[in-house]
């Protein structure tokens, strides 16, 4: 038999129907469609990082750095009593685990959509059933829905990302309450974008031992380093930590994490900046008539335009590459995710986007 078919035959079939992932090539493109914080470390603090780097110890596998990171996020999240924190590369990889930990026969996961593409593709990895709830056209929850959803499918987990990605909007505290009393297993906050937003989910995570908290240094201003976290009771993430596989988190990661958490005023005053960016964003994009641009809590814009694939080609064209997400669901008819970028890329963006409106 041919070497190569008797490889493919053996690989799962539902496996081969699934579409992977996508990234967008980005190269020589203003880059402004994955939320990346657009701004590097201060020269000096560069410099430091790299002095830094290099003493570490890159023989040896990780150890004692990765927990102390793993304790110096949990300190800066304000991890409350009872509570554990694991590690992931990513929190892609915490999806991963969490689809492993909650794969029984049957089981479900569910998430509103539209909602970070991730949830999906991660449990069809694992042969789970999905369930998509649609939003309402506001992007609100849809809570009779949500919670007929539950009634039926009685779903293992269910993700929240608050804020919600690509939406940019925080849902009403009082119906996630609702939904997280109904739900008959974990509810996964997934804060993302936590450093742009006004309110998060500790409160939430305090009262109820079936919530889960998820962050990540990505957003931040680390997405190239890849260090995600994932907080709840201990017994839970005592269960799910088993499903992270060893060392995981890079020796060189875990140093240019803790470095991070030494200087995260310096963060703290990019996020600052980035959200003043997004709110005037907004504000010049809701002076032309023609579009739409939705409330954001994130470090990104929804915005509806007149033709979104004439425009996304027309931004790229001019240099600038953001994200049509229009083919994600319905509801994003004819819309653009615009990452918020430096005040000079976003000053870039807005003569592209202006530019490509149809005349
Ligand atoms: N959650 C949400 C809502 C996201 O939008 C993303 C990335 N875009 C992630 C999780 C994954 O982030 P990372 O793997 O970089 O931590």
């Known amino acids: 038999m041919d070497e190569l078919k008797k490889g493919i035959d053996v690989i799962r079939d539902d496996l081969r129907s699934v579409k992977a992932y996508a990234v967008q090539p980005s190269a020589g493109l203003i880059k402004l469609d ?7 470390l201060p020269e000096a603090l560069q410099q430091a990082l790299g002095q830094r780097l290099g003493h570490v110890a890159i023989n040896r596998y990780p150890a004692e750095r990765t927990v102390e990171l793993a304790a110096a996020l949990a300190k800066a999240a304000g991890m409350p009593a009872g509570c554990a924190i694991t590690l992931g590369n990513g929190s892609d990889e915490l999806i991963t685990m969490l689809s492993m930990a909650i794969s029984k026969p049957g089981a479900c996961v569910m998430a509103p959509l539209p909602g970070f593409v991730m949830y999906e593709i991660s449990a069809r990895y694992q042969g789970l059933k999905f369930v998509g709830v649609d939003l309402r056209p506001d992007f609100e929850l849809d809570e009779p829905a949500m919670l007929a959803a539950i009634a039926e499918h009685q779903p293992a987990l269910i993700y929240l990302s608050y804020p919600n990605n690509p939406t940019a909007n925080l849902w009403d505290a009082e119906v996630i309450e609702r939904i997280v009393a109904a739900a008959p297993g974990l509810v996964v906050m997934d804060e993302a974008y936590q450093p742009f937003a006004e309110r998060d989910s500790m409160d939430l995570l305090r009262r109820h031992s079936n919530v889960l908290v998820m962050r ?13 976290y994932l907080i709840g009771r201990a017994e839970l993430i005592g269960e799910i930590d088993k499903l992270r596989p060893p060392f995981n988190i890079g020796v060189l990661n875990a140093e240019a994490g803790l470095f991070a958490l030494e200087h995260a005023d310096v963060y703290a005053r990019q996020a600052q900046v980035l959200r003043a960016e997004r709110d005037q964003l907004i504000a010049d994009l809701d002076e032309i008539e023609e579009v739409q641009a939705f409330p954001s809590q994130g470090n990104m814009v929804l915005v509806r335009v ?11 064209r001019r240099g600038v590459l953001v994200k049509n997400v229009s083919a994600l669901h319905p509801l994003l008819h004819n819309c653009l995710r615009l990452t918020v970028g430096t005040p000079e890329e976003n000053m870039v963006l807005l003569t592209a986007f202006t530019e490509s409106l149809p005349t």
């Open 34 to 40: 994955t939320m990346e914080n657009p701004f590097r």
């Open 216 to 228: 990540t240094m990505s957003k931040f201003g680390l997405a190239g380093v890849r260090i995600g």
């Open 306 to 316: 007149p033709d979104a694939a004439a425009m996304f080609d027309g931004i790229k």
